[in-house]
Nanobody, 123 residues
């Protein structure tokens, strides 16, 4: 699975961004697709995930009520709508796929990772 994340950029606090992730390749029967992020000097942390079977979702407590993960019209596309952005949301955001289950804590559940897209929240 190849994953291409895009949509990052520089935004002021309180602003919004929408990240996109497109999966391609010969093995697309993953069961979940997730977003993780990593800020400089910090560990990679889970943000959100979506189960492909029923489109159920999970969110980290830090983004609940502000971020929304959704599927695009194309089966292999997922979006992360980020609203009310805060400086602490600044990080490189990665999309990833799991053949096990949706999880926003355990990185070992995920098998393939994209290169990431940078999100910077600053005035």
């Amino acid at each position: 699975v190849q994953l291409q994340a895009s949509g990052g950029g520089l935004v002021q606090p309180g602003g919004s961004l929408r990240l996109s992730c497109v999966a391609s390749g010969s093995t697309l029967d993953y069961v979940a697709i997730g977003w993780f992020r990593q800020a400089p000097g910090k560990e990679r942390e889970g943000v959100s995930c979506l189960s492909t079977a029923d489109s159920s979702t999970m969110y980290a407590n830090s983004v609940k009520g502000r971020f929304t993960i959704s599927r695009g019209n194309a089966k292999n596309t997922v979006y992360l709508q980020m609203n009310s952005l805060k400086p602490e949301d600044t990080a490189t955001y990665y999309c990833t796929t799991s053949f096990k289950h949706c999880d926003v804590v355990d990185l070992t559940m995920y098998d393939y990772w994209g290169h990431g897209t940078q999100v910077t929240v600053s005035s």
